[in-house]
């Protein structure tokens, strides 16, 4: 049950998203949910709109600087949706563990310092790899000819094919804990609910909330 003053920072990554609300409206029920009876006060709700990568993240981030200095101020918490709203760097979420600002991340409210530093390990790494594999498709397609950014036939095939593959590789890495899982008897319900407990994400990053993502998980991993 949350008591006492908060401020909650919202953080979408493009201008398109910012304008559009994409991804803002969930972020903030995730917040809303968290604050759901109890004794608190909500002093502000501060939305950034920026991209936020470099090693001076907070740089960049004039609205999470103010954010910080208001919870300083107003002896607040400085709540977010999830830990990668602040940041995938190690040393960018350390530097705020330290900056004296507590802060919430409401998916998992009851992390030590410990676990969070863990997370956002595992934040860092899954951005590297994503990074490096970008990389690594795009040079693949330029050696088989394709002309980046370009539309038509003859560039949607290579796409679809290299999106499909990789649905294919994320399941193969579920496997062990899907089957692990079933062994133990849990129904599908139950299985999503222990993905998001142990803090393992979707394909796309988010939470399991459909039967219909494990379900795609399961079937592919029942063809390969």
């Given at each position: 049950?949350?008591?006492?003053?908060?401020?909650?920072?919202?953080?979408?990554?493009?201008?398109?998203?910012?304008?559009?609300?994409?991804?803002?409206?969930?972020?903030?029920?995730?917040?809303?949910?968290?604050?759901?009876?109890?004794?608190?006060?909500?002093?502000?709700?501060?939305?950034?709109?920026?991209?936020?990568?470099?090693?001076?993240?907070?740089?960049?981030?004039?609205?999470?600087?103010?954010?910080?200095?208001?919870?300083?101020?107003?002896?607040?918490?400085?709540?977010?949706?999830?830990?990668?709203?602040?940041?995938?760097?190690?040393?960018?979420?350390?530097?705020?563990?330290?900056?004296?600002?507590?802060?919430?991340?409401?998916?998992?409210?009851?992390?030590?310092?410990?676990?969070?530093?863990?997370?956002?390990?595992?934040?860092?790494?899954?951005?590297?790899?994503?990074?490096?594999?970008t990389k690594a498709?795009?040079?693949?397609?330029?050696?088989?000819?394709?002309?980046?950014?370009?539309?038509?036939?003859?560039?949607?095939?290579?796409?679809?094919?290299?999106?499909?593959?990789?649905?294919?590789?994320?399941?193969?890495?579920?496997?062990?804990?899907?089957?692990g899982m079933?062994?133990?008897?849990?129904?599908?319900?139950?299985?999503?609910?222990?993905?998001?407990?142990?803090?393992?994400?979707?394909?796309?990053?988010?939470?399991?909330?459909?039967?219909?993502?494990?379900?795609?998980?399961?079937?592919?991993?029942?063809?390969?």
């Amino acid at each position: 049950m949350a008591n006492g003053k908060f401020i909650a920072y919202y953080r979408v990554s493009t201008q398109k998203q910012g304008q559009s609300g994409l991804g803002l409206e969930a972020q903030q029920q995730a917040v809303n949910n968290y604050l759901n009876g109890g004794e608190w006060e909500l002093i502000k709700e501060i939305i950034e709109v920026e991209t936020g990568k470099g090693a001076d993240a907070l740089e960049k981030r004039p609205q999470l600087k103010a954010a910080l200095e208001m919870c300083k101020k107003q002896k607040a918490t400085l709540l977010i949706a999830v830990l990668d709203r602040l940041g995938r760097n190690v040393h960018f979420i350390s530097g705020l563990m330290e900056s004296g600002v507590d802060f919430i991340s409401v998916e998992s409210p009851n992390d030590s310092p410990f676990m969070l530093h863990v997370k956002a390990a595992v934040a860092e790494e899954e951005g590297r790899k994503i990074s490096a594999r970008t990389k690594a498709a795009l040079q693949a397609a330029k050696v088989r000819g394709v002309v980046l950014g370009a539309a038509g036939a003859s560039n949607l095939k290579p796409n679809i094919e290299a999106r499909q593959q990789s649905a294919v590789d994320f399941a193969s890495k579920l496997k062990g804990v899907i089957e692990g899982m079933k062994a133990q008897g849990l129904s599908q319900r139950a299985m999503c609910e222990e993905l998001n407990r142990l803090g393992i994400k979707t394909a796309k990053g988010g939470e399991w909330s459909s039967l219909v993502q494990l379900q795609r998980i399961i079937n592919r991993i029942k063809a390969s």
